[in-house]
C-alpha cells in the first residue's frame, strides 16, 4: 500500500513510524543499532501490546526526550537489556540485534535453570527408584521341577474332601453337625 502512494505520501507515513530510529528516519545510513532499535520496539510491542511511545513517531519521542513506560512482568535485568535496545541514542544501543536478542535469553535461561535441574533430579531418582523395585521383584527363585507343594505329596481322597466340608466351621463358631449337610 506503501508503495502505491506517491513519493510524498510515502515520506509522511515513514516518518510517522514508531519502530524506525530517529536517525534513519532524519536521513541517516542505517547501522545495526538502528536493527537493535527497530528489533527491541516490535519486541516491546509483543510483549505490552502497544508501540513503545505510543501514538507518538520516535521523532516526536526524540524532541519531547519521552521513554517507554515499563513492562511489570519482566524482571528488572531483563526490561534494562530491552530499555537498552529502546534508548533513542545510537550509541546507548547494544552493537547489533543478536547482541539484543542474546542478552534477553541469557536472561531468561537463567530462570529456566533450576527448574531443569530439579527435573532432571528427579528423573534420576525416579529411574533409580524403579531399577531397584524390578530389581527386587525379579529376584531368582526356586526352579519349578525341585519344588513341591502339599498337594502334590497327597493323593486325592473323596473321603477327606467330604470330611474337610462336613467339619468345616468358622473361626469361633461351632460346626455344623454333619446330618443337617446331608439333608440340604
Not at 510491542?45 to 513517531?57: E, T, V, Y
Not at 527435573?119 to 526356586?142: F, I, R
Request: aromatic share 4%; glycine share 4%; with cysteine.
Amino acid at each position: 500500500m506503501s508503495y502505491n502512494n506517491n513519493s510524498s505520501e510515502r515520506t509522511r507515513q515513514t516518518l510517522r513510524s514508531g519502530y524506525i530510529s530517529p536517525e534513519v528516519l532524519l536521513g541517516d545510513t542505517p547501522t545495526p543499532e538502528d536493527d537493535t532499535f527497530s528489533i527491541a520496539c516490535l519486541a516491546y510491542h509483543l510483549l505490552q501490546g502497544s508501540a513503545p511511545f505510543g501514538k507518538h513517531s520516535t521523532l516526536e519521542a526524540t524532541v519531547r526526550n519521552a521513554a517507554p513506560s515499563s513492562i511489570r512482568k519482566l524482571r528488572p535485568d531483563t526490561w534494562a537489556a530491552l530499555q537498552q535496545g529502546l534508548n533513542l541514542k545510537r550509541t546507548a544501543r547494544q552493537k547489533t540485534p543478536t547482541a539484543l536478542l542474546n542478552t534477553l535469553q541469557r536472561k531468561q535461561q537463567k530462570k529456566l535453570l533450576l527448574p531443569l535441574a530439579g527435573l532432571v533430579a528427579a528423573g534420576a531418582v525416579a529411574l533409580t527408584t524403579y531399577q531397584l523395585l524390578s530389581s527386587w521383584s525379579n529376584a531368582p527363585e526356586e526352579p519349578a521341577a525341585t519344588r513341591t507343594t502339599e498337594l502334590e505329596l497327597t493323593p486325592p481322597d473323596t473321603d477327606t474332601a467330604r470330611n474337610t466340608t462336613e467339619s468345616a466351621a468358622l473361626i469361633n463358631e461351632e460346626a455344623v453337625p454333619p446330618h443337617s449337610l446331608k439333608k440340604a
